[in-house]
């Protein structure tokens, strides 16, 4: 088992930048893939980026990539998002999750996940 917790949302203004972080406790982030998720209210969740197991191969969704960049923490067992260039379509809750084993680009983009954090709010204004 892994308990995920999200933090750094909050509010910011449309071309500014944002980190995101995903902690983790019960089992080290080197040993699962890891991803970050957002959604909007009456959508569905959609896929941001993702990163393989021991720092491995890293996937963006076309409307972030550029100007988002998931990173490994391992001296904190986390995993970050450094979100640049925000757009106020950016706009949304912004969850973490985890998976044991390696996931490829469709696994992420179809939410594949065993493990999920409860979510940060993420803000962009015009």
Known sequence: QVQLVESGGGLVQAGGSLRLS???SGRTVVNYAMGWYRQVSGKDREFVAGINRSGGATYYSDSVKGRFTISRENTKNAVSLQMNSLKPEDTALYYCAANLIH???IDFQNAAMDYWGKGTLVTVST
Do not use: D, F, I, N
């Open 22 to 24: 995903c902690a983790a």
């Open 103 to 105: 996931r490829t680009v």
